[in-house]
């Protein structure tokens, strides 16, 4: 076990380290990874290859937590989590970590050199859930998070680090334009301008750039440009009354 764990927490490292999220990474080679977060967070990973009493998880938390560590538990799935598809009834240890984490614990498997991480769901309620797996975390997606908590195990506030599920954040769409915007530009006015303020501004532009008051050779064209966004205007808001 002892070798796979240092494949295991080899490959993390590697892979922390080329995340662009971590700014240091601390391994002895054994099984807990300490590092930091580009943002000045700290956090402990521990790699669990073998039972662990829920006093202990506690413990650890409460421990971590005074030194202003964030704690991640991920378990070799192999040896210590329920088969993906299958009712299982919840083992006294991982009640802890399934209020922490909300109803999920963090699974991983090695294979050669390589580490995957992935969620694995407890759904339903009471002691018996079912049981799935999730798709491979990624390990740019890890975030500290303080957890307010009140079970019989965790009671008070918690530092946990663990993946964030959430969907990425698109850019606001942005509706798309009033077909006639062009037109109440040319007036000077914006698309929300009642028939007074259209009739107001086109008097006032006819003064400024009618041929026969203005001499400028561009004064024609701007004029035909006031007259075709007048008239489009009053044809829409004939059309809507």
Same mark, same amino acid.
């Given at each position: 076990?002892?070798?796979?764990?240092?494949?295991?927490?080899?490959?993390?490292?590697?892979?922390?380290?080329?995340?662009?999220?971590?700014?240091?990474?601390?391994?002895?080679?054994?099984?807990?990874?300490?590092?930091?977060?580009?943002?000045?967070?700290?956090?402990?990973?521990?790699?669990?290859?073998?039972?662990?009493?829920?006093?202990?998880?506690?413990?650890?938390?409460?421990?971590?937590?005074?030194?202003?560590?964030?704690?991640?538990?991920?378990?070799?799935?192999?040896?210590?989590?329920?088969?993906?598809?299958?009712?299982?009834?919840?083992?006294?240890?991982?009640?802890?970590?399934?209020?922490?984490?909300?109803?999920?614990?963090?699974?991983?498997?090695?294979?050669?050199?390589?580490?995957?991480?992935?969620?694995?769901?407890?759904?339903?309620?009471?002691?018996?859930?079912?049981?799935?797996?999730?798709?491979?975390?990624?390990?740019?997606?890890?975030?500290?998070?303080?957890?307010?908590?009140?079970?019989?195990?965790?009671?008070?506030?918690?530092?946990?680090?663990?993946?964030?599920?959430?969907?990425?954040?698109?850019?606001?769409?942005?509706?798309?334009?009033?077909?006639?915007?062009?037109?109440?530009?040319?007036?000077?006015? +914006?698309? =929300? @301008?009642?028939?007074?303020?259209?009739?107001? &501004? *086109?008097?006032?532009?006819?003064? $400024?750039?009618?041929?026969?008051?203005?001499?400028?050779? +561009?004064? =024609? @064209?701007?004029?035909?440009?006031?007259?075709? &966004? *007048?008239?489009?205007?009053?044809? $829409?808001?004939?059309?809507?009354?």
């Amino acid at each position: 076990m002892r070798t796979e764990t240092y494949f295991a927490g080899a490959a993390l490292v590697r892979d922390l380290e080329s995340a662009g999220t971590v700014a240091h990474v601390h391994h002895d080679g054994g099984d807990i990874i300490h590092l930091e977060f580009m943002t000045g967070e700290h956090a402990w990973i521990h790699l669990i290859e073998s039972s662990i009493p829920s006093v202990e998880i506690v413990q650890t938390l409460i421990a971590n937590g005074d030194k202003d560590l964030y704690t991640l538990f991920l378990f070799w799935a192999d040896r210590l989590l329920p088969s993906h598809s299958h009712s299982f009834e919840i083992d006294d240890w991982m009640h802890p970590l399934l209020a922490l984490y909300g109803d999920k614990l963090y699974g991983y498997d090695v294979h050669g050199r390589d580490i995957h991480i992935f969620p694995v769901y407890f759904e339903g309620t009471g002691n018996r859930r079912f049981i799935r797996y999730g798709k491979e975390v990624e390990i740019s997606k890890l975030v500290c998070r303080r957890k307010l908590l009140n079970t019989l195990e965790l009671e008070g506030e918690f530092l946990a680090a663990d993946f964030s599920d959430r969907p990425p954040e698109r850019a606001p769409v942005a509706p798309p334009p009033h077909p006639l915007e062009r037109h109440y530009r040319a007036l000077g006015l +914006a698309v =929300t @301008a009642d028939r007074r303020a259209v009739k107001h &501004a *086109y008097r006032h532009l006819a003064r $400024a750039y009618h041929p026969d008051l203005n001499t400028d050779p +561009a004064a =024609t @064209a701007r004029m035909q440009q006031i007259n075709e &966004a *007048y008239a489009r205007i009053l044809e $829409a808001m004939n059309i809507a009354t």
